[in-house]
Structure formats: C-alpha cells, structure tokens
C-alpha cells in the first residue's frame, strides 16, 4: 500500500476549516473545481479511544464518493508519507486561513 499516494486536502466550508485525507485529487471535470476522492478514514475498530472528529467526518461523508470542492475553498493540498488526526476548525477563530478573495456579490 506503499505505493498510493496519500493527500493531506484542507478547505473551507461555512465557516470551517476541513482537513481530510484521500488518495485521489485532481482537476474535476466540472469547470473550476477540484476533485477528490476515496477519501481516508482509520478502520473502525473495536477500540475504547474514539476520535470525535473523525466519527463526525465519517458520518458526513459516508455516502461520499467524490467531493467536488470550488477551487476558491482549497487552502491547501499536500501529498504526505501518513495520515494524521483529521480536523474540522472555525476559520474565524484565530487561524491564518484566508479564503481566496473572491469578488463583492451584487446587491
């Protein structure tokens, strides 16, 4: 298993900050947004330690099979060695996380 990549994807989304782990991301066919898909999450166990944030992002994403996120919401994708602890943070609450300027809506 070596041999797949592993991408560390982190985006925006209502005011959050996600970070997610998947083995594929690329341009999606759909004009302005990246695709990602097969995402990752630590086998479900029969452990007494749960990570709540990962229990949260599987329930999300259970039906998933590929996100399409608009490029402006990707902060930042990575191709990492391993996979770390999943996050879902406010990106208002003192994070450097800008999202890309996008124009003012019309009124």
């Given at each position: 298993?070596?041999?797949?990549?592993?991408?560390?994807?982190?985006?925006?989304?209502?005011?959050?900050?996600?970070?997610?782990?998947?083995r594929h991301?690329?341009?999606?066919?759909?004009?302005?947004?990246?695709?990602?898909?097969?995402?990752?999450?630590?086998?479900?166990?029969?452990?007494?330690?749960?990570?709540?944030?990962?229990?949260?992002?599987?329930?999300?994403?259970?039906?998933?099979?590929?996100?399409?996120?608009?490029?402006?919401?990707?902060?930042?994708?990575?191709?990492?060695?391993?996979?770390g602890a999943?996050?879902?943070?406010?990106?208002?609450?003192?994070?450097?996380?800008?999202?890309?300027?996008?124009?003012?809506?019309?009124?």
């Open positions: 298993m070596r041999n797949q990549k592993l991408y560390k994807v982190t985006f925006l989304h209502l005011g959050k900050c996600y970070e997610l782990y998947a991301v690329a341009s999606s066919n759909l004009w302005g947004f990246t695709e990602v898909g097969d995402l990752v999450f630590e086998p479900i166990g029969e452990g007494l330690v749960v990570d709540p944030t990962e229990e949260r992002l599987r329930e999300e994403f259970k039906d998933t099979r590929v996100l399409h996120l608009p490029m402006q919401s990707v902060v930042r994708i990575e191709e990492v060695d391993r996979k999943l996050a879902i943070r406010d990106a208002a609450d003192g994070q450097k996380v800008t999202p890309f300027p996008m124009p003012p809506r019309n009124r």
